[in-house]
């Protein structure tokens, strides 16, 4: 077995830096989050562990876009380490309307990935954590991290099947949908497991994907009145999946998919009285377009529909999905992050939410040593109520983030540069525990990978 080290290489990028925990802490990472407006909205909403994302992942052979060698060889796999800090100023920890409490914060996310480098079949570890410390705000410090394997089956050239099993601890975010108030954040520990099968026939194809999710919520301070307690949202979810698609061009594809879903309560009945469980379907069509190694999109449209076995109440609603990287334009590079889908409530006076998210980040490249990065996203929840619960009316709350900095390359191996991020969240009814708030977030980001 050989091992070879390569130089360390020092890269800051308030879009990119945190790819690793991108994939690895997806519920949200307390009060300081991914830069990157878009993908953090979506991320806070999808708990599921995923595969990293192409378009921003550790190159593969440990080669980066720019040529410079990138991670360790041990053997027939490759380890990518990556250090990320986050030093900055955030004027509302708490995410409320004045008096608000304003502190300096410290943010550190380590991460270790050990890739498989073989011809066929492929292997991953993944261990990653964040942690977070407020000044002003003790009670909002966290500590969160991920264990996750993953991995590639090649049974014959057009025949392969995947599979994923993870350990993660998350934080709630104050300022975020679904989440309400408390001087301590809910943590949440997940275990996923994904399974998966991929067949071709010449053009046509199809995938097969199950995957189960175990869910245990912590509250570590008294709640709102309105916020049911972790115990009471402690839950299963499955999910089976079925995609068949038809390939047009070399670049061009389409398909038809649907899912069921079932999510499965530990308490029966929880403590206001309600029984949560429910059964779900989605049907949907689209396309995946690919124009290059940088330029590769998915877009989607479809309904979903979920049935609540308590009282056969049902929720209805379009989705629509559009997922990937373009870059028609070299010097920058947008990543869209469009999605609809309706999640579980963490209120009692709500059965669920339908979320809908529109957003995108960006890369420029104005002149080199200089680099542009930031993104936007807007985001609404619309709140229903439980069936038959009088005085309560449906609810909408926004939210809107967005970020910029700059990035200047003092040398090849590392940079520094500012990141500015400014959120807001309303809604419909502040009477009944909505957000009215909004945030700044002044910040110096330094990663470094090996």
Known sequence: MTIRASRVQLIWSPLVGWVLLSCAMSVAQAQVETPSPAKQTLDQQTPQVDLPDVTTSTPAAGQRADGNELGTSIGAFTLYSQLDINVGYDD????????????????ARPSAELRS???????????????????????????????????????????????????????????TP????????????????????????????YQLGVAATKYWFYDYSTITATGLPGSSRDRTEYEEKLRV??????????????????????????????????????????????????????????????????DGSTVSAFTFMLAGSWN?????????????????????????????????????????????????????????????LAGVNPRTDTFIKASIGFLYEVRPQYSIGPLYEYSQGSSTDVAAGGPQFSRNMFSIRLVARR
């Open 92 to 107: 509302n920890v708490f995410a409320t309307a004045a008096p608000t409490t304003p502190s300096p914060f410290v943010l």
């Open 117 to 175: 480098e073989w011809l066929n079949h492929s292997l991953r570890f993944l261990a990653a954590g964040g942690f977070g410390f407020y000044q002003s705000a003790p009670t909002q410090n966290f500590q969160n991290y991920t264990v996750q394997v993953d991995g590639k089956l090649d049974i014959r050239n057009d025949i392969y099947a995947t599979g994923l099993i993870a350990y993660r601890r998350s934080t709630e975010a104050l300022g």
């Open 178 to 205: 679904n989440v309400s108030f408390a001087q301590a954040p809910t943590v949440v520990d997940t275990i996923p497991v994904e399974l998966g099968y991929y067949q071709r026939f010449n053009r046509l194809f």
């Open 245 to 310: 698609g038809y390939e047009i061009t070399d670049r061009v594809s389409l398909f038809v998919g649907s899912s069921l879903n079932q999510r499965v309560y530990a308490q029966v009945v929880n403590v206001a009285g309600q029984q949560r469980d429910s059964t779900g379907w989605n049907v949907n069509t689209g396309m995946l377009w690919t124009l290059g190694p940088k330029t590769t999109l998915e877009g989607s449209v479809g309904t979903t529909n979920q049935t609540y076995s308590a």
């Open 328 to 388: 028609g334009y070299e010097p920058l590079i947008l990543r869209p992050s469009i999605n609809r889908s309706i999640n579980e409530s963490a209120l009692s006076n709500y059965q669920n939410y339908v979320s809908t998210v529109f957003g995108v980040d960006w890369v420029y490249d104005i002149h080199y040593p200089w680099k542009a990065v930031g993104g936007i996203s807007y985001n609404t929840a619309d709140y229903t109520p439980v069936p038959g």
